[in-house]
């Protein structure tokens, strides 16, 4: 592969889809489809998709095709991810110098390494995309720059010839931008989604399950599309229905039920009783006793119902919210210390316990 | 009787609509219904008051409905399962003509047993 310098960016928390800050070239280049950077509060870049973060598999894939240098501009902090973890270059532009200059200070940099060809990506959207062939397309029409295109719509994706930013006055952004006139359409066919609304991260997760994108798993497949990462427990009488994935160190507690193409990312868990239906379960979550959680996405205290489309907060620890320390270490111990899984059902909160009683009442049985 | 609780509902609120329960409890056969339409949040204390409310209530042989349900109130009531103990209508005035409707088909079922006896 050519001497190409990738730089990632992603928007941070403070931006809105409408400012553009979080898209070296969208704005100036072409106006793309409004996409919001955030999902439940995080750019969705950073949010880990069966065990991996977006970010790190896309570093992973264009590490897989060669690239050699990669720098992320995040405008935020970007959650489990690190310049080791993603073997990358990491910059916070969320304080100074700002984002526009950090942009152009790695783009100094490549091309005072000697840098051919540079691929901008803003990280929002997920793209397989087939880098060979679009450097090959780069190539052969000569463009200074070429633009990805998806179903008519462009994409935050640009390849542009490190050569004609060299050459000019003013800002390397106000360079590029000079470059748009002659840029090239690149159509490509293959895995895309856009993941503006929290529905198509669902839809990507279950995508994955079915083999119609490139994801897969982090972890080990215990049974047929049933898959657990490192150190996860799951208690014996626990139902897990496939596919479905456990990250690592994630808890799946006594008489649990986990169906619906579900995702429960690493450190979380899901206490007794509970039944995860259809979701996705975001890193670090714990899910109180006895609870019905379908078509939704959970991350702390926040839940995104998928059919009624809104987001809310839920200010009680006991139903859900994020996974404390001390939880996770007690867990941690029994495991270690061999418990059955069933202390916790001291810790019944009242609630669950009439809801439990009242529908043996009413329906003679447990539901 | 209806109750209309409000935006928020944790212990606080929880009491009072407890309080406001409290005449309706000295009725023989009470019947509730708790307009939630305007819930955005609550918490297990809420959970609490709704379950007492209705064991209260089915002691004295009474009814509690639930009507008007907000979003928000139903994905809460949908996670702790509690939709499923609960008869939840669209809106308060089909919650309360729920009643008469049973109060007719009660009635209806004690006039056909009554009629039993002389058809035999």
């Known amino acids: 592969m050519e001497n190409i310098g990738v730089i990632l960016t992603i928007a941070g928390p403070a931006h809105t889809a409408s400012d553009g800050a979080g898209g070296a070239p969208r704005k100036r280049i072409e106006k793309t489809k409004a996409t919001s950077p955030l999902l439940m509060g995080s750019p969705a870049a950073s949010c880990d998709v069966l065990g991996q973060s977006i970010m790190d598999r896309v570093v992973a894939r264009l590490r897989g ?275 059955n899984g069933t202390f916790g059902s001291s810790l019944v909160t009242r609630s669950s316990q009439l809801a439990s009683l009242l529908t043996t009442r009413r329906f003679g049985r447990l539901s | 009787m209806v109750i209309k609780l409000p935006e928020y509902v944790g212990a606080k609120e929880a009491r009072s609509f407890m309080r406001a329960l409290q005449p309706e409890l000295r009725r023989d056969r009470p019947r509730v219904v708790v307009d939630m339409s305007a819930v955005q949040d609550m918490d297990s204390a809420a959970l609490d008051m709704l379950l007492d409310c209705m064991s209260q209530i089915a002691r004295r042989d009474g009814a509690v409905k639930l009507a008007g349900i907000s979003p928000q109130a139903a994905t809460v009531l949908e996670l702790t399962r509690m939709d499923q103990i609960f008869e939840m209508f669209p809106t308060v005035s089909e919650a309360a003509s729920s009643f008469s409707m049973a109060r007719v088909d009660n009635n209806k079922l004690s006039d056909e047993a009554s009629a039993q006896p002389a058809v035999a």
């Not at chain 1, 062939?133 to 994409?155: G, W």
């Not at chain 1, 898959?227 to 496939?242: F, K, L, M, P």
């Not at chain 1, 429960?264 to 019905?292: A, I, K």
């Open chain 1, 65 to 339: 095709f060669g690239a050699q240098r990669i720098s992320i501009i995040s405008e935020g902090k970007l959650a489990g991810c690190t310049a080791t973890s993603t073997n990358a270059s990491l910059y916070r532009a969320g304080s100074t110098p700002g984002f526009w200059p950090a942009w152009d200070s790695v783009v100094s940099e490549y091309l005072n390494q000697g840098m051919e060809t540079l691929l901008l990506v803003r990280l929002g959207p997920y793209v397989e995309l087939d880098l060979p062939d679009l450097l090959r397309f780069h190539r052969e029409t000569a463009s200074p720059l070429t633009q990805v295109y998806h179903r008519q719509d462009a994409l935050d994706l640009v390849v542009v010839d490190a050569a004609r930013l060299r050459d000019g006055t003013g800002s390397f952004r106000s360079r590029l931008s000079g470059l748009i006139p002659q840029r090239q359409r690149y159509a490509f066919t293959g895995y895309a989604n856009r993941l503006t609304e929290p529905a198509d991260f669902r839809r990507l997760v279950q995508d994955a399950f079915s083999g119609r994108c490139g994801l897969r798993p982090v972890g080990r497949e215990v049974r047929p599309r049933i898959w657990y990462g490192e150190n996860a427990r799951v208690d014996r009488s626990a139902t897990i229905v496939a596919p479905a994935f456990i990250g690592a160190e994630t808890f799946v507690e006594a008489s649990c039920t986990i169906s619906g193409a579900s995702s429960v990312e690493r450190q979380c868990e899901v206490d007794c009783g509970t039944s995860v239906d259809d979701c996705c379960v975001f890193p670090g979550t714990y899910l109180g006793m006895g609870l019905n959680v379908t078509h939704a996405l959970v991350k702390g205290s926040r839940l995104f119902h998928l059919n009624r489309k809104i987001e809310m907060e839920i200010n009680d620890s006991r139903l859900i919210g994020a996974t404390s320390t001390s939880r996770q270490l007690g867990r941690r111990a029994r495991s270690v210390l061999g418990g």
